[in-house]
């Protein structure tokens, strides 16, 4: 079957469609160049974002394997066509690139290109990033075809919608980035509280053991043993803080198996009873993953330190269309409507918003005396 490239309207619409759909800067870039390749049907394709110092901050590629993208080496600087791009904030199309002035030639192992399409992608009057093709998949006697005026006309489409998905997709990481020290600041508060209260009956009772030790080893005995229990509480504390503190495990473990070590580390540390449970759940992408950890930490805080909960239950099912996480307490309960109206939120609004960040949605089920389910819906895929 001969390699027939997308056309018409449904093409371009799914290429737009992709390009929208990530916010993980990275998955954006890739989705970028991959639907500039296959849409304008093109050999190679790259999109780099500069930096400030004469470099690239990412440079992603399409049509180069693995091997041969570490065998070419270090980033490219800006320079040449690149900086042209970048600097002169311009369409770049070239008959054959190799024959261009400002052509400064290519690492030993990088391919070898001909015709040229580059764009840079813009924000206003900022740019951006640059997006570029080589080699026109459409053979001749004489080589490559080229890139015709349609096609530059269709990829400064593409480039316009590329700087949307890259703008969201820059905002996104600077509210998750305001949102980690935000999370690292409560932690550090509540690290602080917990284990001083802990750290500081310890010292009590320590010295309480001392002075009777000589005239009532018996007492003594029995605070030493609760020294011991103190000192476990303060460990088991801390363990649970760290937990906390390293959502890197998702990359490693996968949502079930980090919630369920949390899970297990905050049964050890609290009175309450938690549990965890799955069923047929599958890897998610990594930006659902860790907003449904992060829901997941806040609700158990909230049921672990509020509410007075004896039994606080953690479920992860994957359904039809949709993965669910739920939390459930037998605690105290609130009523949410109450709770909105004092200013008092108890995370609710930030865990609504790393629901709706990723394409789910998160309800809340409580009343005084009644307990709470927290419920995230994410789509399956």
Known sequence: MSHRPPSGLAAVSAALLAMNRHLDMRDVLKTIVASARELLDAEYAALGVPDDHGGFAQFVVDGVSDEQWKAIGPLPRQHGILAAMLHEAKPQRLADVREDPRFEGWPDTHPDMSDFLGLPIQDGDETIGALFLANKRCPRPTGGCGFTEEDEELLEILAQHAAIALTNARLYERSRELTIAEERSRLAHE???????????????????????????????????????????????????????????????????????????????????????????????????????????????????????????????????????????????????????????LGLVSMRHRAGGVGGRLTVDSEPGRGTTIQMEVPSG
Do not use: W, Y
């Open 191 to 345: 690290l602080h509280d917990a284990v001083s209260q802990k750290l500081f009956s310890l010292r009590l009772t320590a010295q309480a053991a001392a002075a009777l030790v000589d005239r009532d080893p018996a007492r003594a005995k029995g605070e030493l043993q609760q020294v011991a229990a103190l000192a476990g509480e303060a460990v088991d504390e801390l363990r649970a803080a760290v937990v906390e503190l390293r959502p890197a495990a998702l990359d490693e473990d996968g949502l079930v198996a980090t919630l369920r070590t949390q899970v297990q580390v905050l049964d050890r540390a609290h009175s309450a009873r938690v549990t965890f449970g799955s069923a047929g759940v599958r890897a998610l992408p990594a930006a659902q993953e860790e907003a449904m950890l992060r829901v997941a930490q806040e609700a158990l805080h909230n049921a672990l330190r509020h509410s007075g909960a004896g039994q606080v239950d953690v479920s992860l099912a994957r359904h039809t269309s949709a993965t669910v996480l739920r939390i459930t307490d037998d605690g105290c309960g609130f009523d949410p409507h109450v709770i909105r109206r004092a200013g008092r939120h």
